[in-house]
């Protein structure tokens, strides 16, 4: 009987094992790429929500301590007679978060509404070294509301106060400190209207602390009922209160492998489509998070001074303050000359190397308080207060001089660069885009006057 001959054994090709591994680390690095890109994500997110959230505060304490500005108004117009004051505080208190509000003249408080309750804090001098508020000798010093807590209150709870300092005039027209207004919060109601837990609905944990003036140990502020202290993807970023600094961290809840997409990719790896698309998602959702956050920005990426939209807004306010204060204000608008003759010659990359040594040898020569920004292109402007026309004038021309001095050194060559500036006043014309179009036309004057000019409209 013959024996019956065994199959043999069948063996996995090389080949086969490698191709098998290298598609496994492709896949993998694919699914890498999307935790990662998740991670690039949230963390954009992160960073545009306590944005978001640092002005909502802002905006809801600015709202809550209105009353003392109220209330300081009401005690200049009577010159420091509080007559009536019970009456008022109860229209001004249109918050269930605000507890009182007080008047302490001299510092050592006279009135508080609602009395019931509070007759404790009647008679405390505000001022006093002893016994006293630093936040209202702050308030004092530096002449503005200044904000302070969460801290115990006289009463035992957790508390904000505003303090404002009130200055009337007195017989002799000096002006002369009267006393100190404040208004009392209570905390966490305060905070109620900012609206945190809506980040516990995105998926975010959160803690809002501050370093105490006492000890500079941390105090909480606030926070998310399952924050976890332990957890080390978070950002975090200081939020400025008047004159208070909180900072404010926000955490991602879930880790990498707490999202099932994770795990589902992990196993349907092998299909290269699907990670892609995944990949792309993220990536868009990454570029359009980036490209909000750039809408947002202050900042030319260029050259790094201004953009054009923060100089509007920022002239307009200097502008305002200068036409307060009757001073002189003024814009200049600079323009390269033969700027494209500059890219065609040497390249855009050069151009831009031209733009940027431009926007530093400008900035070197102005005050750390001028207003300077890139308004497009080649042209840059400029905003000044604090300074007459000659002044005005010399500067334009120190400016356009220090440009012409030197020739800029670019990759592979030097160029001499000049430019036309275009000066126009601006207050008492009282309105920005009036004085951009006069400082425009003095600059197209300088154009055609043969440019390297610096024209005064």
């Not at 993998?28 to 640092?54: A, H």
């Not at 003024?330 to 890219?343: E, G, M, R, T, Y």
């Not at 126009?424 to 043969?450: C, R």
Request: proline share 4%; hydrophobic share 45%.
């Amino acid at each position: 009987m013959c024996p019956v001959a065994s199959t043999p054994a069948r063996k996995i090709s090389i080949r086969a094992v490698v191709s098998f591994f290298l598609t496994l680390c492709l896949c993998f690095s694919l699914v890498f790429l999307m935790v990662f890109n998740r991670y690039q994500v949230e963390r954009l997110t992160m960073e545009q929500l306590i944005t978001e959230k640092g002005i909502r505060i802002n905006s809801v304490m600015s709202r809550l301590l209105s009353g003392v500005h109220a209330l300081s108004a009401y005690v200049q117009h009577n010159n420091g007679e509080i007559t009536g004051f019970a009456q008022l505080a109860s229209m001004l208190i249109d918050d269930p978060a605000i507890m009182n509000m007080l008047v302490a003249p001299n510092g050592v408080v006279s009135e508080i509404y609602p009395l019931e309750g509070n007759e404790a804090v009647l008679g405390i001098d505000l001022l006093s070294e002893s016994g006293g508020c630093p936040k209202a000798a702050l308030s004092k010093e530096t002449r503005q509301i200044v904000f302070g807590g969460p801290f115990k209150g006289v009463l035992g709870r957790q508390i904000l106060v505003g303090r404002l300092p009130v200055f009337i005039n007195g017989p002799d027209g000096t002006e002369r400190f009267w006393g100190i207004i404040s208004v009392t919060l209570a905390h966490p109601q305060a905070l109620y209207g900012v609206g945190l837990g809506d980040l516990n609905i995105l998926g975010f944990d959160f803690e809002i602390w501050r370093l105490t003036p006492d000890n500079d140990e941390m105090q909480v502020i606030a926070s998310s009922e399952h924050h976890r202290h332990a957890n080390i993807r978070y950002i975090e970023k200081p939020v400025s209160i008047m004159n208070a600094t909180w900072y404010f961290r926000i955490l991602a809840v879930r880790a990498w492998y707490g999202f099932p997409e994770t795990w589902i990719s992990v196993f349907v790896s092998i299909f290269a489509s699907i990670m892609i698309a995944v990949v792309v998602q993220s990536n868009r959702d990454l570029r359009k998070l980036r490209d909000r956050l750039g809408v947002l920005s202050n900042t030319d990426p260029l050259t790094g001074v201004h953009n054009r939209r923060y100089f509007m807004e920022a002239a307009t306010g200097q502008m305002e303050r200068a036409s307060r204060y009757d001073s002189e204000s003024f814009v200049i608008i600079l323009d390269l000359d033969h700027f494209k003759a500059i890219n065609d010659r040497y390249g855009h990359q050069s151009g831009d190397m031209v733009l940027q040594e431009v926007a530093l040898r400008v900035a070197a020569t102005l005050r750390p308080y001028d207003l300077f920004a890139r308004y497009g292109g080649e042209e840059f402007i400029l905003f000044i207060t604090d300074m007459d026309q000659v002044s005005a004038v010399r500067l334009a021309e120190r400016i356009r001089l220090g440009i012409a001095a030197t020739p800029i050194k670019m990759t592979d060559a030097s160029a001499e660069v000049t430019v036309s500036l275009g000066i126009a006043q601006a207050t008492p014309v009282n309105k920005l885009e009036a004085a951009i179009a006069s400082a425009d036309k003095a600059l197209y004057k300088a154009k055609h006057e043969g440019r390297n000019k610096a024209v005064y409209y």
